[in-house]
């Protein structure tokens, strides 16, 4: 399976975005899916996953602002982020949970990772 992350752009503080992340091969219904993020100088970090029933995960940082979410007849999964801060200002990235013995928050338990778009959020 293949997964490509799009929809970032430029935003000002205060605004919103929807990311889309799109899978090729099998369905986003036969496995997890996690959002991370990637800011200059800095590591990967966990931003939200969905699992196989739609259970949701967050990270501290953007509950309240951000929701993951699926379509399973798009074959696609989303994150829609309201309330951007400028510190939201990264790359972001979709991947496919290949292992099951961490945490969701651990990038080390995604592979597949998709090209990632990138997402500014002008103060």
């Known amino acids: 399976v293949q997964l490509q992350a799009c929809g970032g752009g430029l935003v000002q503080a205060g605004g919103s975005l929807r990311l889309s992340c799109e899978a090729s091969?099998?369905?986003?219904?036969?496995?997890?899916t996690g959002w991370f993020r990637q800011a200059p100088g800095k590591e990967r970090e966990f931003v939200a996953a969905?699992?196989?029933?739609?259970?949701?995960y967050y990270a501290d940082s953007v509950k309240g602002r951000f929701t993951i979410s699926r379509d399973n007849a798009k074959n696609t999964v989303y994150l829609q982020m309201n309330s951007l801060k400028f510190e939201d200002s990264a790359v972001y990235y979709c991947?496919?949970?290949?292992?099951?013995?961490?945490?969701?928050?651990?990038?080390?338990?995604?592979?597949?990772w998709g090209q990632g778009t990138q997402v500014t959020v002008s103060s």
């Open positions: 991947g496919k949970r290949t292992k099951y013995n961490g945490s969701w928050s651990q990038s080390s338990q995604f592979g597949a």
């Open positions: 091969g099998r369905t986003f219904s036969d496995y997890g």
């Open positions: 969905i699992n196989w029933s739609t259970s949701t």
